[in-house]
């Protein structure tokens, strides 16, 4: 089975700018959570998406937002971004059961100028 | 008080050696625990998942869970430079569907 991916996987924007993440989940998953890791806060978690559904969402502004489509992939959005959005963008998916593992992608390493 | 906490590292062990890696944890409503390891540029990947306190052992890898102490540990036996890596502590509760809490992870360097 072919992994978690995520696209692109480097990105460079500057302040005030939008930017679109992609993550395509493992065959069969309906679930996908996003992660935001930096070296002062570690792993964060962002919002979690099952079934085109956002059901789970951590303590992120609303610039931070995300979809998921009908056949799983999901994309976050970040608009107006900030120096501090500097960050390693997981995603994650998993079969969807409140204790099913999660298998993360390489992540997008996004850098605000 | 973060919810868990670990302790960063760096941690710098020579080739062969037993490695200790401890998180600790604030919510008894945790009951599931996993290791995961990630490598630089890398995501996180799945080590070890267990549920109720006491030992589980996987190859070199052995994880320990005390939640009368909201203690929980990852020994690496004959550790080698290949498990060079960053070692993140997670854990979920046990009801409902709420995300991974992770700890902020521990560097390992192995020396050969």
């Known amino acids: 089975k072919a992994g978690v991916t995520q696209t692109p996987r480097y990105l460079i924007k500057t302040r005030g700018q939008q930017v679109t993440l992609s993550c395509s989940p493992i065959s069969g998953h309906r679930s996908v959570s996003w992660y935001q890791q930096t070296p002062g806060q570690g792993l964060q978690f962002l919002f979690e998406y099952f079934s085109e559904t956002q059901r789970n969402k951590g303590n992120f502004p609303g610039r931070f937002s995300g979809r998921q489509f009908s056949n799983s992939r999901s994309e976050m959005n970040v608009s107006t971004l900030e120096l501090g959005d500097s960050a390693l963008y997981l995603c994650?998916?998993?079969?969807?059961?409140?204790?099913?593992?999660?298998?993360f992608g390489p992540g997008t390493r996004l850098t605000v100028l | 008080q973060k919810e868990v906490e670990q302790d960063p590292g760096p941690l710098s062990v020579p080739e062969g050696a037993i490695v200790s890696l401890n998180c600790t944890y604030s919510?008894?409503?945790?009951?599931?625990f996993m290791w995961y390891r990630q490598y630089s540029r890398k995501g996180p990947e799945l080590l070890m998942y267990?549920?109720?306190?006491g030992n589980k052992e996987d190859g070199r890898f052995t994880a320990q869970v005390d939640k009368s102490s909201k203690y929980i540990s990852l020994f690496i036996r004959d550790s080698q430079p290949s498990d060079s890596a960053t070692y993140l502590c997670?854990?979920?509760?046990?009801?409902?569907?709420?995300?991974?809490?992770f700890g902020k992870g521990t560097r390992l360097s192995v020396i050969a």
């Open positions: 997670a854990m979920i509760r046990n009801s409902g569907n709420t995300p991974l809490v």
């Open positions: 994650a998916s998993s079969a969807g059961g409140a204790t099913d593992t999660q298998y």
């Open positions: 267990t549920y109720s306190s």
């Open positions: 919510n008894s409503a945790f009951q599931y």
